[in-house]
């Protein structure tokens, strides 16, 4: 409806702003604008995969939360209902023109969407630093991000009208974006998008809860089949940052992000109707993502298994 009525108008710019569901629209309605047929002639895995044409019209993207990043990627996820799942409109040719990330426009953001939009971002800053795409363009982006979340995520989660908290999350969700669109994500990521298309919960909240789990399984199976990764140093690293403790160890990041998931009251998988059944088609769409295949090592399906059990 967003692209019949643009192309109606004959716009010359496209603006959006508003959550990461409201900027992937309008980029998608300014991708469409200036090319032919419908969006699923462009959708990756479920639509044709056709490359856009033409560049779409110069786009403006303005957040008004702090989590997403979607402001300085070149992709747009949408959901396709009639196959349960969340997939990307994507090309280089879809990156906005201009990105205005005005932290005063998060302070009225409610508690629990600043929890599950600021987690979303922190799974942003730490799936990057860790992907086997990490390069040291997006290690500067992530290290720095994920130290603002971590002093300012449960500050603003607790006083909304901290604007200097509030300014660490608006730079947290933008490195995130800049990260994730210069390196891979990964396992979280490689799961949100089958689980969004499957169950009507809000994407931050399924990063929120898989993430702490997801580092666990991967720190283990790095510790056991790839001991001298350079990624089983970096959950370490990940760990003192969020601590604040030089001499932290990776199980004491993962615990430290459970504590603060049970702070912002994330709530289990469950409570948005995923059961034990749903696992196997889970696992195998997931295994279909590009944010799998950017995860730091190969998962066995008894370790996503795994994962989806202690998230439901």
């Known amino acids: 409806a967003g692209v019949d009525r643009a192309r109606g108008l004959k716009g010359e710019l496209g603006i ?103 987690l979303d971002a922190l799974t942003q800053l730490i799936e990057p630093y860790v992907s086997n795409a990490a390069n040291p363009l997006t290690d500067g982006l992530c290290r720095e991000g994920i130290q603002r979340a971590a002093r300012s995520l449960r500050r603003a989660f607790q006083q909304g009208d901290d604007l200097d908290a509030r300014q660490d999350m608006s730079i947290a969700s933008l490195f995130g974006g800049l990260a994730l669109a210069n390196a891979k994500l990964g396992a979280v990521h490689g799961f949100a998008g089958p689980l969004g298309g499957m169950f009507t919960a809000p994407h931050g909240m399924i990063c929120a809860r898989l993430l702490p789990f997801v580092m666990q399984v991967n720190v283990q199976a790095l510790q056991q089949r790839l001991p001298d990764s350079q990624m089983v140093t970096r959950y370490a690293e990940i760990a003192q940052i969020l601590t604040g403790d030089p001499r932290a160890t990776a199980p004491e990041g993962t615990a430290w992000v459970q504590s603060l998931c049970k702070d912002l009251a994330i709530p289990p998988l469950r409570q948005y109707g995923l059961k034990e059944a749903h696992f196997e088609a889970l696992i195998e769409k997931s295994a279909r993502s590009n944010s799998m295949k950017g995860n730091p090592i190969p998962l066995t399906s008894e370790e996503l298994h795994l994962i989806l059990a202690q998230a439901i």
Do not use: F, W
């Open 16 to 118: 959006g702003m508003g959550a990461g569901s409201a900027l992937d629209c309008g980029k998608a309605i300014a991708a469409l604008c200036t090319n032919p047929g419908e969006v699923l002639d462009y959708l990756e895995m479920a639509g044709k995969g056709q490359p856009l044409r033409a560049d779409p019209l110069p786009y403006v993207a303005i957040p008004t939360t702090a989590g997403t990043g979607s402001e300085v990627t070149k992709n747009a996820v949408l959901g396709v209902p009639d196959k349960q799942v969340k997939v990307s409109l994507r090309s280089s040719r879809m990156l906005p023109r201009l990105a205005v990330v005005d932290p005063q426009l998060t302070l009225e953001l409610p508690p629990h969407i600043t929890a599950q939009t600021g």
